[in-house]
C-alpha cells in the first residue's frame, strides 16, 4: 500500500445527500503517473467486488454490502483509484461522531509501493477531519506488517487485540488516530522515531 498526480474531483455521481457534512472534492497530489483517485459510483461496485473476491478470498464482502455502504451517503465515504480505467486500488471509512471507522482499504499487488494506499488513507483521513471526528480506527491483520508500517507512518497507535477476528483464525490489530492533536498528521512521519 502506499500514493502521487492528482486532479479536482469533479463530484459527479458521489451519492452526496444534501446537508451531509462539507466535502471540497479535492483529492491528495503526487499520485504515480496516470492513477486518480474518485469517489465509487455503483458503476464501480462488480469490479470492486471482483477485486475484493481476489484480494480476501476468505474475508471477501458480498457484493450486496457495497451496495448497501454507497447507500448510506450521510455516514459513509468510498473511493476508488484508477489507473487507465481500471480500478487499482479501494477505501471506504464510516463517520459517525465522534469516531470515523477505516472500513476497507485495499490495493492490487502489482501496484503497492507507489503511494497508492496512501493516497487513499490521505484521503480517508482528511474525510475524518471533514466530517468532524475525534479519533480513526481501524482493523489490521496481525500478519500484515506493511499496513501496520503504514498506519504508524501516519500516527495510528494499536490499542487493542481482537483474537482470531478473521476467518482464517488470524487476529486483529485495532490501531487509533486521534485527530486535532499537535502530533497527528495526514503527513506520513517516520515510524518509531522521535
Same mark, same amino acid.
Given at each position: 500500500m502506499n500514493a502521487e498526480s492528482a486532479r479536482q474531483n469533479t463530484g459527479q455521481n458521489t451519492g452526496q445527500k444534501p446537508g451531509q457534512g462539507p466535502r471540497t472534492g479535492a483529492v491528495p497530489a503526487g499520485l504515480p503517473g496516470g492513477v486518480m483517485l474518485r469517489d465509487m459510483t455503483e458503476a464501480d461496485i462488480p469490479a470492486v467486488h471482483e477485486l475484493e473476491r481476489r484480494l480476501f478470498p476468505v474475508d471477501a464482502w458480498p457484493l450486496?454490502?457495497?451496495?448497501?455502504?454507497l447507500a448510506q451517503a450521510d455516514t459513509r465515504r468510498y473511493?476508488?483509484?484508477? *489507473?487507465? !480505467?481500471?480500478?487499482v486500488g479501494y477505501a471506504g471509512l464510516m463517520c459517525i461522531q465522534p469516531i470515523a471507522d477505516v472500513q476497507t482499504i485495499a490495493v492490487v499487488p502489482d501496484q503497492e509501493g507507489q503511494g497508492i494506499g496512501s493516497a487513499l488513507l490521505t484521503e480517508l483521513i482528511r474525510e475524518s477531519r471533514l466530517r468532524r471526528a475525534e479519533d480513526?480506527?481501524?482493523?489490521?491483520?496481525?500478519?500484515?506488517?506493511?499496513?501496520q508500517q503504514l498506519y504508524r507512518r501516519?500516527?495510528?497507535e494499536q490499542i487493542h487485540v481482537r483474537p482470531r477476528y478473521y476467518r482464517d483464525g488470524v487476529d486483529a490489530l485495532?490501531?487509533?488516530? *486521534?485527530? !486535532?492533536?499537535?502530533?497527528?498528521?495526514?503527513?506520513p512521519r517516520e515510524a518509531d522515531r522521535p
Amino acid at each position: 500500500m502506499n500514493a502521487e498526480s492528482a486532479r479536482q474531483n469533479t463530484g459527479q455521481n458521489t451519492g452526496q445527500k444534501p446537508g451531509q457534512g462539507p466535502r471540497t472534492g479535492a483529492v491528495p497530489a503526487g499520485l504515480p503517473g496516470g492513477v486518480m483517485l474518485r469517489d465509487m459510483t455503483e458503476a464501480d461496485i462488480p469490479a470492486v467486488h471482483e477485486l475484493e473476491r481476489r484480494l480476501f478470498p476468505v474475508d471477501a464482502w458480498p457484493l450486496q454490502m457495497f451496495a448497501a455502504e454507497l447507500a448510506q451517503a450521510d455516514t459513509r465515504r468510498y473511493l476508488v483509484a484508477e *489507473r487507465a !480505467g481500471e480500478i487499482v486500488g479501494y477505501a471506504g471509512l464510516m463517520c459517525i461522531q465522534p469516531i470515523a471507522d477505516v472500513q476497507t482499504i485495499a490495493v492490487v499487488p502489482d501496484q503497492e509501493g507507489q503511494g497508492i494506499g496512501s493516497a487513499l488513507l490521505t484521503e480517508l483521513i482528511r474525510e475524518s477531519r471533514l466530517r468532524r471526528a475525534e479519533d480513526v480506527l481501524l482493523e489490521v491483520r496481525a500478519d500484515n506488517p506493511r499496513a501496520q508500517q503504514l498506519y504508524r507512518r501516519y500516527g495510528f497507535e494499536q490499542i487493542h487485540v481482537r483474537p482470531r477476528y478473521y476467518r482464517d483464525g488470524v487476529d486483529a490489530l485495532i490501531m487509533r488516530l *486521534r485527530l !486535532g492533536t499537535a502530533d497527528s498528521t495526514t503527513t506520513p512521519r517516520e515510524a518509531d522515531r522521535p
